[in-house]
């Protein structure tokens, strides 16, 4: 690799961005640090696209700013703002070559012929298309595709890169290979990049932070695990992994300590959120795999009536319902010996950091 | 069973453009190698008679270049015009769609006197203008070849139009924002990534404006007059005027391969630049 330029930091700055009366982004803001990865993470709708088209000066904010390295880039058309960008169906300009396609910045910057041709060569290697120059984009792979448009974003060298779902149209084995690609090209130029996308799997494997979004806000922005273990909002507890959920009361309050009773027939302590008073309605919130099984009754455990268990690859999920109706999965490790027909109680296990939300009625 | 039933669907459509399509046109030919108005003694003097006259191809030059013209002005009217069309809010894209398809909802007939109207020398235009204080004495726009051009331009509008926006709405939005982002204008966009894409639906506008501007014999006469004469005046006049039909069979022949000979070349250019729209 030649100069590896200086990554940027990437500030959004309370952006609202209106469509006519309804709010598509409402007051984000997010501080990124130079030459990390950060994923905008939500459901169709939630506004990552729009935040994203913002970045790249595609569309106009109704108020709040972008800046990269300090300095406000709205008042820069999107062809001045030096910001990469690959879209999910590539956008490659069909009428021309593989080669054509990644000199097109080059070109529209005036860079010299030399330069360009050199430019061209560096970056068709960096992915891995050297022998694919005088290809038209139709006749490549999706996966090339990609690897093309990624050539073409990268070639002017841009100050941030942008990705737009760009793995949604890639098939599974393809898009593990293309994610490891193009983290490693990252790493390798140190840019600063901003991942849009509505998998989970892929901001966590992807990225450094997470912005889990919803409704134009931004719920939580946090490290994968961070946003795994200790989700903030019962938006991001649901949408981010498998959760059971448990409805509940708050039995009595104690240095930031809630002791919860649940509807189905226990009770145990954990931490407590800020606004919470006793005898709150909650909700509890337990991933699968820091559940457990039982055949002892006792004060922590309630009683569920066991349905199906499923072999998950080394895991054994079993789906259990409470006595107040509410459906649960426990994940364990499998295990040689046959299942435990006794096992009628449900506790938590022995690590488990339960969440707690209060219950919106 | 569904192979045969296939082509004997098409049946019908082929006895129909056999009868009434070919054939007449195998009689047109027919006729034109006959030496006289009677249709009785077969030869070749009405072809000579016709390719030995040097104002035969002065109407032929005429007639292509009338084509050309109209080509020219309704590309540089009708272009900007898709743009804009491609930018517009879709309630106003609807109002567009209606006024561009609007010249074919009404009469040629209609078209062309409403045209008479608004070039003539009391008409919309001189009168603007005259008040506008632009020109003290009235233009001469009736019985010209501009005037001719100018309403022939709108009246063929929607041939351009009409495939141009079809192909240009199928283009990838991203392609434009896609540009923009590697640094380049809205110029070198629109040069190097719009208008190339757009070539299939311009080149299909260029075969239609120019195959129906050269042969609208209405528009031709009633606007251009019996001065400026085009090759289906010339038709006209020898066929349905004069009674001789073998010339004017030569002249009707004349007309269908010249005009073929540039829709078959526009159409090639068309196939070339064609096939990257779904790539």
Redesign the interface.
């Known amino acids: 690799m030649q100069s590896t330029p200086a990554a940027r930091t990437l500030d959004v700055e309370d952006l609202t961005v209106r469509y006519g009366a309804a709010l598509a982004v409402d007051g984000v803001t997010l501080a990124i640090e130079p030459g990390e990865v950060v994923a905008l993470l939500g459901p169709s709708g939630c506004g990552k696209t729009t935040l994203l ?1 913002v970045i ?3 569309v106009r904010q109704a108020s709040g700013r972008v800046r990269v390295d300090g300095a406000t880039i709205d008042h820069l ?9 690959v ?1 999910q ?1 590539y ?5 021309m070559t593989v080669a054509e396609n990644v000199a ?2 080059l070109r ?2 005036g860079v010299r012929s030399s330069e360009v041709q050199a430019r061209i060569s560096r970056f068709l290697d960096i992915v891995q298309l050297a022998g694919f120059r005088e290809r ?3 006749q490549l792979s999706g996966g090339q595709q990609q690897r093309v448009a990624l050539a ?2 990268l070639a ?1 060298e841009p100050s941030i890169l942008l990705l737009d779902e760009p793995f949604a149209a890639l098939d599974r084995n393809l898009r593990l290979d293309m994610q490891i690609e193009v983290k490693r090209l990252q790493r390798t130029l140190g840019l600063t990049t901003i991942l849009v996308t509505h998998d989970q799997d892929e901001a966590m494997s992807v990225a450094d932070r997470i912005a889990v979004m919803n409704k134009g806000k931004v719920e939580q922005f946090d490290t994968p695990v961070a946003i795994y273990d200790r989700p903030q909002t019962l938006f991001v507890n649901g949408f981010i992994g498998t959760t059971n959920l448990m409805n509940g009361k708050v039995a009595a309050l104690h240095d930031g300590t809630a002791t919860v009773v649940l509807d189905a027939g226990a009770s145990f302590s954990l931490s407590a959120p800020a606004k919470i008073s006793v005898g709150a309605s909650v909700l509890i919130s337990v991933r699968p795999e820091q559940l457990a099984l039982s055949s002892v009754p006792g004060p922590g455990a309630w009683k569920i009536q066991p349905g199906l268990s499923l072999p998950l690859g080394a895991q054994l999920v079993h789906e259990a319902r409470t006595v107040d109706g509410a459906s649960l999965k426990i994940v364990e490790p499998r295990r040689a010996s046959p299942a435990d027909t006794a096992r009628v109680y449900c506790t938590l296990a022995a690590d488990a950091r339960p969440t707690l939300f209060p219950r919106s009625t | 069973m569904i192979k045969p039933a296939e082509w004997q669907l098409a049946l019908p459509l082929a006895l129909a453009f056999a009868s009434i399509f070919l054939a007449p046109l195998l009689m047109l030919v027919g006729v034109s190698f006959f030496n006289d108005d009677k249709i009785s003694q077969p030869g070749l003097a009405q072809w000579a008679k016709f390719l030995g006259d040097p104002f035969s191809y002065k109407v032929i030059a005429d007639t292509l270049l009338l084509g050309v013209k109209t080509v020219c002005a309704t590309i540089v009217v009708g272009y900007p015009l898709a743009l804009v069309y491609l930018d517009a809010p879709p309630r106003l894209q609807k109002v567009m769609i209606f006024v561009i398809v609007m010249p074919l909802l009404l009469s040629v007939v209609v078209r062309t006197f409403a045209w008479i109207v608004v070039l003539g020398r009391e008409g919309v235009i001189n009168q603007l203008l005259i008040s506008l204080g632009i020109i003290s004495e009235p233009l001469r726009l009736l019985q010209t070849e501009l005037g001719l051009v100018i309403s022939l331009t709108q009246i063929e509008m929607p041939l351009m139009l009409l495939p141009l926006i079809s192909v240009m709405s199928r283009l ?1 939005p ?2 434009r ?9 809205r110029w ?1 966009t629109l040069f ?2 719009i208008v ?2 757009s070539m299939p639906g311009l080149v299909a506008g260029c075969l239609l404006v120019f195959a129906s501007s050269t042969t609208a014999f209405i528009s031709q006469t009633v606007i251009g007059g019996v001065r400026l004469i085009y090759l289906p005046l010339l038709i006209w006049q020898q066929s349905l005027v004069v009674f001789n039909w073998p010339f004017a069979a030569v002249v009707s022949i004349t007309l269908l391969i010249s005009v073929l000979t540039v829709v078959s070349a526009l159409s090639w250019l068309g196939r070339r630049s064609g096939g ?2 779904h ?1």
């Open positions: 088209r790249a000066g595609f058309p999107a062809n001045q703002r030096n910001i990469g960008i879209f169906n956008a490659l300009f069909p009428h097109y910045g529209a910057r038209l984009p139709r073409r974003a002017v | 990838d991203n392609l924002d896609a540009s923009a982002a590697l640094g380049a204008s070198r190097t990534v190339p894409l990257y729209v790539g």
